[in-house]
């Protein structure tokens, strides 16, 4: 959800988050708002924000513990600081709202667009704000095989279709393979690729549903429908908890070649409600094996079958 601030000839937005009765208490205090105006910066520590506000980090912990409880922060990461454990904090919001009425519709604001997220990008997308790294494979020669991405210049097109569902400019959230560091792999992550040229979907690549079969010369393989697919332009995409981080997600686009992830992204642009509603043998899987087709005979792929 988002507020609007219009003036002159400027939309801005902000994501907004609503707090019930229970949580409101958490918020009351200035100090806790403080800490919040810290942390909407960067994820910081206890400690690390006693130090900014010059007070004694018992109080710190005293709301950090209260806002974590009403899920207004959550933890984005821990690391070791001075030989002990320290958990950095993140606000779970831009802003927060109490609503006393029901939402009505304004007709007023139908032309300025909202959160129409399909539950499919969820928590992707959450807000009208993108909450992911998108990493794709390096174009430089890596991984075992010494090998070059071309999938990432999909890549642009995925962006500007995620783009269409965002209110808001997002930050730098794409990386390459060879320069994802550990911390990364605890977000949500939309993974561009197959193992050949990212080496992070070769981590995913035995959690998967759909996968490539390294002693079958990478073919895809679904444990869905235990078939296996050969086509140099067929790809797949899956939606999948995150192996790292239980309480992430990861999206996983790629094709056995550069040709099948390019069908992956043609069946986001033109087919994505299809491709959102689950796997045809199981629609609980939130995966689908897509088929590239050259229909107007050029020798590039323009449209997709989906095979799963």
Sequence with gaps: MFIIKK??????????????????????????????????????????????????????????????????????????VRGAIANFYKINSSAFFIKFEEFKENANLSNIGGDNTNKFLEPFIEQGKLNAKIIVGSPDPHGPEKARSRDGYYGIDLALFLGSFLNYHPDLNVKLDTETITEDLSENLIILGGPIINTIAGKINNSSPIKFNEKDNWNIISKISNKTYYSDETGFLVKMKNPFNKKKYILWIAGKRSAGTRSVIISFLKYFKEISKGNINDNKIDAKVIEGLDLNSDGIVDDIEILE
């Design 7 to 80: 003036s002159k000839n400027k939309i801005n937005s902000l994501s907004v988050r609503e707090i019930k009765d229970d949580q409101i208490k958490s918020l009351s205090s200035r100090l806790a708002r403080e800490i919040l105006r810290i942390i909407s910066i960067k994820p910081s520590y206890p400690k690390e924000i006693a130090k900014k506000l010059k007070i004694h980090e018992q109080k710190i912990y005293y709301h950090i513990r209260n806002l974590e409880k009403s899920k207004v922060i959550e933890i984005v990461k821990k690391e070791t």
